[in-house]
Structures are given as structure tokens and as C-alpha cells.
Nanobody, 122 residues
């Protein structure tokens, strides 16, 4: 079992920045895939960023490329999502997810956090 706890969400004006954190605990030895997803009301959940923790390869959705950065602190078992130049359309509930698959596709995640709300006002 893996337990994920997100933090760092909040309200910000357009153009601002936030950094989300995801602290992992439990059986994290095989957590090859870490990712950040978001879901806005009435919309499907989408993966905005993913990280192959062993290879260091990162994935970004086109909508956030150049603005969001995913990173990890192995010593703290924590993954971050730095979000810059935020837009109102980034408003959503953001979820951290973990999986132990070899290929970190959008469906490679088995454990989820409770989510943290990000609201961007214009």
C-alpha cells in the first residue's frame, strides 16, 4: 500500500505561481511512476505531468509545457509540481498518483492522493 498526501494548493491570480507537494509513504520501493493529474468540474481527468522516477524522464501535457515542472526529492519521498504563469483554465482539483509499471503511461497509476484545489482568477 502507498499513501499519498498532496499540499500546496490555493487561490492565485493569473500569472502567479504555486508549488504542489506530494508526500509518499508506505511501500514506495517500486514507485517507478509518479504523476500529477487534474480534474475540473464537468471535465475528464487529465494527466498534466508524469515522472519516471528511476530514469528521470518527464512527461508534460501540451497545455502546461513550459509552465509546469515536475521534480522529486528522493530523500523525502516527495514529488513536486511547480506551476508558473498560471491561467484561469488551470483551475481544477489536482491529484498526485503513483504506480509501479515499467512504462509510465496515463493508466500506469494505482494509488491516488485526496487532491488539492487550485483556483486561478483572472
Amino acid at each position: 500500500q502507498v499513501h499519498l498526501v498532496e499540499s500546496g494548493g490555493g487561490s492565485v491570480q493569473a500569472g502567479g505561481s504555486l508549488r504542489l507537494s506530494c508526500a509518499a509513504s508506505g511501500d514506495t520501493y517500486n514507485n517507478n511512476c509518479m504523476g500529477w493529474f487534474r480534474q475540473a468540474p464537468g471535465k475528464e481527468r487529465e494527466r498534466v505531468a508524469g515522472l519516471n522516477t528511476r530514469g528521470g524522464v518527464a512527461f508534460y501535457a501540451d497545455s502546461v509545457k513550459g509552465r509546469f515542472t515536475i521534480s522529486q526529492d528522493n530523500a523525502k519521498n516527495t514529488v513536486y509540481l511547480q506551476m508558473n504563469s498560471l491561467k484561469p483554465e488551470d483551475t481544477a482539483m489536482y491529484y498526485c498518483a503513483e504506480g509501479d509499471r515499467f512504462y509510465c503511461t496515463a493508466t500506469a497509476y494505482d494509488y491516488w492522493g485526496q487532491g488539492t484545489q487550485v483556483t486561478v482568477s483572472s
